[in-house]
């Protein structure tokens, strides 16, 4: 419920920098127009890739040992769990998705006509358009943002001599969501460009991360590998705190009834 409140009321800034994004241009793509373009598929896959992403994430952690005392490793563990949590999230992430951007961007005015036209001109796959860009643009993502909130949970919790607080991790959760949110930027406006292309546009020349990067860059400049990185930044850092400071206070309450481990 907190993932779709927040995806709702964010929403806005989601689909401003998706339109900054998008090769016909900001005002071509609707301007400021019907910010809620898109926002039923946004919340219908909301939660399913959230709960995804959360239940692979600990499950892995845990499995892989995070728990153990051991910062040499930790690191590379809260990444290996990150990443496969976001890989399982994107089975549900990914059709949303294309239904989402392509309503933004005033392709379609329903979402039954998004949905329609691409059962029709490209089955059932052409809702993972974009999958394999997705994952390149959110495991590189989440291998930022994770690893550096444990360690501002650790370093904290050290310094306070204490466990952290829920509302804590909600605030290290947004520094750690903002700084990776616009490093990943460039790869973010591929992704976009991937979703966004009409089928007669689909060649092997541009449905690749590296292919798209390279033709945005020589046609119109390295400057645009960065458009949509303030709506993105901001969305990414509020949108983390609450995500996170919400599942920190889930696996506080959960420890406190010995449901799991607590190995905070």
Same mark, same amino acid.
């Given at each position: 419920?907190?993932?779709?409140?927040?995806?709702?009321?964010?929403?806005?800034?989601?689909?401003?920098?998706?339109?900054?994004?998008?090769?016909?241009?900001?005002?071509?793509?609707? =301007?400021?127009? @019907?910010? /809620?373009? $898109?926002? &039923? %598929?946004? +919340?219908?896959?909301?939660? *399913?890739?959230?709960?995804?992403? #959360?239940?692979?994430?600990?499950?892995?952690?845990?499995?892989?040992?995070?728990?153990?005392?051991?910062?040499?490793?930790?690191?590379?563990?809260?990444?290996?769990?990150?990443?496969?949590?976001?890989?399982?999230?994107?089975?549900?992430?990914?059709?949303?998705?294309?239904?989402?951007?392509?309503?933004?961007?005033?392709?379609?005015?329903?979402?039954?006509?998004?949905?329609?036209?691409?059962?029709?001109?490209? =089955?059932?796959? @052409?809702? /993972?358009? $974009?999958? &394999? %860009?997705? +994952?390149?643009?959110?495991? *590189?993502?989440?291998?930022?943002? #994770?690893?550096?909130?444990?360690?501002?949970?650790?370093?904290?919790?050290?310094?306070?001599?204490?466990?952290?607080?829920?509302?804590?991790?909600?605030?290290?959760?947004?520094?750690?969501?903002?700084?990776?949110?616009?490093?990943?930027?460039?790869?973010?406006?591929?992704?976009?460009?991937?979703?966004?292309?009409?089928?007669?546009?689909?060649?092997?020349?541009?449905?690749?991360?590296?292919?798209?990067?390279?033709?945005?860059?020589?046609?119109?400049?390295?400057?645009?590998?960065?458009?949509?990185?303030?709506?993105?930044?901001?969305?990414?850092?509020?949108?983390?705190?609450?995500?996170?400071?919400?599942?920190?206070?889930?696996?506080?309450?959960?420890?406190?009834?010995?449901?799991?481990?607590?190995?905070?």
């Amino acid at each position: 419920m907190a993932g779709t409140a927040v995806d709702t009321a964010l929403f806005p800034l989601d689909t401003i920098k998706t339109r900054l994004q998008s090769q016909a241009g900001f005002m071509a793509s609707g =301007g400021f127009r @019907g910010v /809620y373009s $898109g926002l &039923l %598929s946004a +919340v219908i896959g909301s939660a *399913p890739s959230a709960s995804l992403f #959360f239940v692979t994430y600990e499950a892995t952690k845990r499995l892989l040992g995070a728990g153990v005392d051991n910062t040499n490793h930790a690191h590379f563990i809260h990444m290996a769990a990150a990443s496969f949590g976001e890989i399982s999230a994107c089975t549900v992430r990914v059709p949303t998705e294309v239904i989402k951007q392509r309503m933004q961007t005033k392709q379609f005015k329903t979402t039954s006509d998004a949905v329609g036209n691409v059962l029709r001109t490209e =089955g059932i796959l @052409g809702f /993972y358009r $974009g999958f &394999l %860009s997705t +994952v390149a643009r959110e495991i *590189p993502f989440t291998c930022i943002q #994770f690893p550096l909130y444990e360690y501002f949970k650790r370093s904290y919790a050290e310094h306070k001599g204490r466990r952290i607080e829920p509302y804590e991790a909600a605030l290290m959760g947004s520094v750690a969501g903002g700084i990776a949110a616009a490093v990943t930027t460039p790869l973010d406006v591929c992704k976009t460009r991937i979703m966004l292309l009409h089928k007669n546009q689909l060649t092997t020349e541009n449905v690749g991360v590296i292919s798209t990067m390279k033709r945005i860059v020589a046609e119109e400049g390295p400057r645009v590998l960065l458009s949509g990185i303030g709506p993105r930044v901001m969305w990414i850092s509020i949108g983390g705190s609450i995500f996170l400071g919400m599942y920190e206070k889930a696996v506080k309450s959960l420890c406190q009834l010995h449901v799991l481990d607590d190995r905070r």
